[in-house]
Each structure stands twice: as structure tokens, then as C-alpha cells.
């Protein structure tokens, strides 16, 4: 791996690859190992012009488990404050050579134009409504160890996925590992062409019930929208789209629920789904520090190093 800046960077092998190292490294995390030396010598930067808790949160703690040196940049604390522009910013960053610069930036296709400038490896920690390639893996890694395989299975993501890179990452991946992927929303959050990014849209919670081994909740984008527009209240949503007691008793026994985060209780979902013993949610936040500590090493060429670690 030169960059990871899509889900469509990952292949079946690759995946099943990650998937093996990130299983080992969860089960050494697990056992209360919290140094290992796979890293030394190499930088990582953090460059988030976004917020975030759990994915920025993750990848400096995934660096500095791996005895690397972690340096985290805020949009407020960079120069671009000052007119810098990205491409300037990356390239200056560039010459004190770090070796992976993970990257989240609310313009499209960021971390692809400046992975043209830099050489450093770039991560794409997400850019816009694009892309989310580690939230994908995470997701993915999640239910293959819950499920075993996603062959055949039938995934609903359920939400504002026009606005969600996490969608788009998430159907990209599921589909090459053979599961079959829907979604459900309110017209006004749904993408004109559905079919464009490989998924099926469902017209009610019935349906979803129906079909769904896995549902996927995503946080309305507030951020990317104007909120009027697009439903009248997140009362109204919560009453009309959110996950409950109820719903969560129609769904098949072994259905499993899962959530990108951050969450809003109350209304994608509320206390009695986060607490259910169905809930993979906070199980995705320890995947995820996995995961990335995986895509770190791989990216730095330091896989056989890792294997020998969690041996």
C-alpha cells in the first residue's frame, strides 16, 4: 500500500489481510499489551481540519502504541489560518519527512490531490461526503469476526446517507466481501441515484426489519445540510427513522446494530438500542484502534515487523 485514500484501494485479499493482523492485535490489546516497537523511527502526522473524537483519538493512540512519533495539526493551529494554502501546508510538512500523514478534510477529493504532491503515504481520514476508507474497514472487520464472513448477508444502513461518506465507504467495501447492501431515510437524505453507489433503497421500517442481518444508524449531517430543509424536526425523524425498543424487537433475533459515531441519543437511536446486548457500537471503537495500528504498519512497510510483535 503506497496511500489508503478509498475503500476501492482495498481488495478482498487485502481486506482478509487486515482483518487476520487486526484480529491479533486486538487479542494482544486485550492481554494488556500497550507498547510495541513496530513503528520506531517513523512519523505520523495528524492533519484534521474537521472535528473528531474517535477517529483522530484513534489513529494518535494507534501510532504511539506502535512506539511512533505521533504529531497532531488542527485546522485552527495550521497555517492555512493565515492563507496558506492545503497543497503548501502538506509540502511543508512534507520536507521534515514524516512517513504517513492521515487526513481529514471537508473538500472532496483532498487527500487525492495532495497525495500528488507529498511523499509521504496519506491516509484519508475523510474528505466531505466522499470517503471513510479506515471507518469502513472497522465496520467490515467488525462483522466478519460477529458473523464469521459477509458473504451473502444483507446490510441496511439507515440515515442521511446522501451526506455520508461513511455510506459510501461502507457499500463499496461490503459489496467486494459479497453482502448486500440497503438503505432507508427520508427522501430528502437519500441520493438521487442510489443504484450509483451499489445499494437498494427500502420504502419502510417494515422492510428493513424484514431483510436486515445488520443495521448501520448514521448521524444526521448537520454540518453538510441546511437542517430546514430537509425534515421538519429531529423529533419528527426520531419518531419516523429512529431506532427503538420497538424497532429493535422487530428485527430478526440475530440482526446486530451498529453505529460510526458520534451518536445522538434520541434520535437515530436511543438508550435501550445502545445498551442492547445486539449493539456492536462501542465494540466498533476497539476494532477501530486495531484496524488503524494495521494500516500504520502496512503503510510504513513494517508488516512482518508487526506479525513478529503479536506472534
Excluded at 39 to 54: A, D, H, Q, Y
Aim: proline share 4%; net charge positive; glycine share 6%.
Amino acid at each position: 500500500m503506497r496511500h489508503l485514500i478509498s475503500a476501492e484501494d482495498v481488495s478482498r485479499e487485502l481486506f482478509y489481510e487486515i482483518y487476520n493482523l487486526s484480529c491479533r492485535v486486538k487479542k494482544a490489546l486485550r492481554e494488556g499489551r500497550k507498547k510495541f516497537s513496530v513503528l520506531r523511527g517513523k512519523c505520523v502526522v495528524n492533519l484534521f481540519f474537521e472535528p473528531s473524537t474517535r477517529t483522530r483519538s484513534s489513529f494518535e493512540k494507534a501510532g504511539k502504541f506502535l512506539s511512533a512519533d505521533v504529531i497532531n495539526i488542527t485546522a485552527s493551529a495550521s497555517s492555512v489560518k493565515k492563507g496558506e494554502t492545503l497543497i503548501d501546508t502538506l509540502k511543508n510538512l512534507d520536507m521534515m519527512h514524516p512517513d504517513v500523514v492521515v487526513l481529514r478534510h471537508p473538500c472532496e477529493g483532498a487527500p487525492y490531490t495532495v497525495s500528488k504532491f507529498i511523499r509521504a503515504s496519506i491516509v484519508n481520514a475523510g474528505d466531505g461526503r466522499h470517503q471513510h476508507p479506515t471507518q469502513a474497514l472497522l465496520d467490515a472487520v467488525t462483522l466478519v469476526e460477529h458473523f464469521g464472513t459477509l458473504e451473502g448477508k444483507r446490510i441496511t444502513i439507515i440515515g442521511d446517507i446522501a451526506n455520508s461518506r461513511v455510506a459510501r465507504s461502507d457499500a463499496i467495501l461490503f459489496r467486494k466481501l459479497g453482502a448486500e447492501v440497503f438503505v432507508f431515510g427520508p427522501s430528502t437524505m437519500m441520493p438521487r441515484f442510489p443504484e450509483a453507489i451499489g445499494v437498494k433503497r427500502l420504502s419502510s421500517f417494515e422492510e428493513v426489519a424484514e431483510v436486515s442481518d445488520a443495521v448501520i444508524l448514521l448521524r444526521i449531517q448537520l454540518e453538510r445540510q441546511d437542517a430546514k430543509k430537509v425534515f421538519p424536526s429531529l423529533k419528527e425523524y426520531a419518531e419516523l427513522f429512529g431506532m427503538n425498543k420497538k424497532r429493535l424487537s422487530m428485527l430478526k433475533p440475530e440482526t446486530v446494530i451498529l453505529h460510526p459515531g458520534p451518536f445522538n441519543r434520541g434520535v437515530e437511536l436511543n438508550n435501550d438500542v445502545v445498551n442492547s446486548d445486539r449493539s456492536l457500537i462501542f465494540s466498533q471503537v476497539e476494532t477501530g484502534l486495531a484496524v488503524r495500528m494495521v494500516i500504520l504498519s502496512l503503510l510504513c512497510g513494517r508488516k512482518e515487523k508487526l506479525k513478529e510483535e503479536i506472534a
